[in-house]
């Protein structure tokens, strides 16, 4: 149920550059109705946090949002070592729907109105059963299950702005047209971007802000995602936008939102922190969403953060001092964080809020409270928790994608694994690595080199929801490990330059600003030390045990995000003589899997860490 406030809204036009203006939209949140057996059931939360801000003058308007960030299309349950958040099986969007229902109607038993809101990555970097129809499906799951604000994040530009804006409106896609048969009538939600503003016209791509009424009383809403966005996706699709700054854009929206009455406002901002404390303690809270809320108006009593993955709810101080409450859901919809908030009726402020983080739990307890498994690693699933709408719905994605998505591949020896060694180099990155370097021998490589945030998943030994024998791969496993669609390009750089482009792994050199350790093929090898001044850290480079002259043409093969400049890789795009093997990135991996006899985890012992 919505309805349109035109007072709020004229005066915002009138405050505002109009044609920024035209971007706002106020509407107020349906309710949903009481789920009687969620009372009996058993919540499992992460540690909450709890702000006070001031005493209510009356009757306080209570309120709940309910939010999620950094979804990628993870329509099925996560598998392998994923499956699982505090070794409770979650995810999978028939249970996220659940969940959030449940949710829902806990709130509307204590008189909350239930908002619920998303902080960026909702599609991008997502597997096959999404990818496949452009992330039509989880769009259309999104809708579904209830979202109904969240700001845009730098992986909703994975296939360009033009991409983008057609997934908000709907229409069927320019090349593949509507594959479902059934077209596409794009997000029924309202997805926020602030600071994405066009080249050409000077303004937000998206709308910049929402307004939502709570029994009378608004609520505003500015959606930004990051503004780093241009470093860390492909250039090619991002050339007519430009990304501002986060502080000085959230306050721009907050101001006018302020003068148009709305004193309650929400970020929904798609960067965050970490804690060394886990995921229930706010211990060494840290990371670029903390000197944002510092800069914020004291109007945002809440940020919904997410691009780390991480999950936490803790409370960092704003301009003013006070306390501004920010939470992230970890990622693939594994979590919801449940934000129970009041409001002053007179001055429209928040009085309190309280926020946790609640596990999308999806498996069969066993007596002793372990959780069923059919073979290690693999969760029973519960049917009690599965939400029939959006399991129809994602079931006929999943029926048409599986001939794709099933067919086994190749194998491999054990689980291979993307996690770091402290090296910085994982087993999962080398095999990657490896599995370039063999797909472009035509074109003369000599080594590759594999940006760590292109890896999206492990590869598990143990069986998929394919029904494949253990260690065999399916076309679908290996799409959700490296799901962008990557061209692989190899091009000729001089020793000299291969040196310079690994010292730009580190932060200070040549404009880098995050350290990225690439992940590097058999024969490569060198050493570094991040204590050593910026341009001095790489040593001891060789390549088949020879060491690396600076004179000598080498070729070197990356996927195209990175030869373009991506990650911060500037000096990547100095390359010559460029070539473009057939295919993407995936069908290299594919390719390497099928090659002959299983594939065991990469050594992650070419690189060493000196300091």
């Not at 209570?62 to 939010?67: D, E, V, Y």
């Not at 854009?249 to 709305?262: E, I, K, P, Q, S």
């Not at 003013?320 to 449940?338: E, F, Y």
């Not at 799901?483 to 200070?508: H, I, M, R, S, Y």
Request: glycine share 12%.
């Amino acid at each position: 149920m919505s309805q349109t406030r035109p007072g709020g809204w004229a005066k915002l036009r009138r405050l505002a550059v109009p044609a920024l203006a035209l971007a706002a939209v106020t509407t107020l949140p349906y309710v949903p109705a009481a789920d009687p057996s969620s009372a009996t059931d058993r919540w499992t939360a992460l540690a909450p946090v709890s702000v006070s801000y001031q005493t209510p003058t009356g009757r306080p308007v209570k309120g709940n949002f309910l939010s999620y960030n950094d979804f990628h299309g993870a329509i099925d349950p996560p598998t392998g070592s994923g499956a699982a958040v505090n070794g409770t099986p979650a995810g999978g969007v028939e249970y996220l729907a659940t969940w959030l229902k449940r949710l829902r109607a806990e709130a509307a038993a204590e008189g909350r109105r239930s908002t619920t809101v998303g902080a960026g990555d909702l599609i991008g970097a997502t597997p096959l059963v999404s990818a496949a129809f452009h992330d039509e499906p989880t769009i259309e799951l999104m809708d579904e299950i209830g979202l109904d604000i969240s700001s845009v994040g730098n992986h909703e530009f994975d296939e360009g702005v033009e991409e983008l804006l057609r997934i908000n409106r709907g229409g069927c896609h320019p090349v593949d047209g509507c594959q479902d048969g059934d077209g596409f009538a794009g997000a029924k939600f309202s997805y926020l971007a602030a600071n994405t503003v066009s080249r050409r016209t000077g303004l937000p791509i998206l709308p910049p802000v929402d307004i939502r009424l709570v029994d009378g009383v608004p609520v505003g809403f500015v959606g930004l995602t990051l503004e780093g966005t241009p470093s860390i996706v492909n250039p090619a699709g991002i050339s007519s936008v430009r990304f501002t700054d986060e502080v000085e854009t959230a306050n721009l929206w907050g101001g006018l939102l302020r003068l148009a009455g709305v004193r309650a406002q929400v970020l929904l901002l798609h960067e965050g922190g970490g804690q060394s404390g886990g995921p229930s303690d706010c211990t060494n809270f840290s990371g670029p969403v903390v000197p944002i809320v510092a800069g914020l108006r004291p109007e945002f009593g809440l940020v919904v953060s997410g691009h780390t993955h991480r999950a936490y709810s803790c409370s960092v101080p704003n301009s003013s001092g006070a306390p501004t409450v920010v939470t992230s859901a970890g990622t693939n919809g594994q979590l919801i964080t449940d934000i129970d908030y009041s409001l002053d009726r007179r001055t429209g402020r928040f009085t309190e809020i309280t926020a946790r983080n609640v596990i999308a739990e999806n498996g069969v307890r066993n007596p002793d409270g372990t959780w069923q498994q059919t073979t290690p690693g693999n969760f029973v699933r519960n049917p009690a928790l599965v939400d029939p709408k959006a399991k129809r719905l994602a079931d006929k994605y999943r029926t048409a994608v599986a001939p794709i998505a099933n067919r086994v591949v190749g194998s491999i020896t054990a689980d291979i694994v993307r996690d770091n060694r402290p090296n910085q180099e994982s087993p999962l990155g080398d095999v990657i690595a490896d599995a370039q370097l063999a797909w472009t021998a035509g074109n003369g490589a000599q080594l590759a080199l594999m940006n760590p945030g292109g890896i999206r998943a492990s590869l598990p030994y143990a069986t998929s929801a394919g029904g494949e024998a253990p260690g065999q791969i399916t076309y679908g496993e290996a799409f959700t490990v490296q799901p962008f669609n990557n061209l692989v390009v190899t091009q000729t750089l001089t020793g000299a330059q291969l040196k310079d482009v690994l010292e730009q792994q580190f932060v200070g050199f040549s404009g880098q600003t995050s350290q990225r350790v690439l992940q590097v093929s058999a024969g490569l090898t060198y050493s570094y030390d991040t204590t050593l001044p910026a341009g001095g850290r790489v040593s001891a480079l060789a390549l088949g045990g020879v060491p690396v002259d600076p004179a000598t043409s080498y070729r070197v093969t990356t996927n195209d995000f990175l030869a373009n400049g991506g990650d911060g890789f500037t000096l990547l795009t100095g390359g010559t003589d460029r070539t473009t093997a057939p295919g993407f990135d995936v069908d290299a991996l594919v390719a390497h899997l099928g090659g002959g006899a299983p594939v065991a985890p990469g050594p992650a012992d070419r690189i060493t860490r000196l300091g």
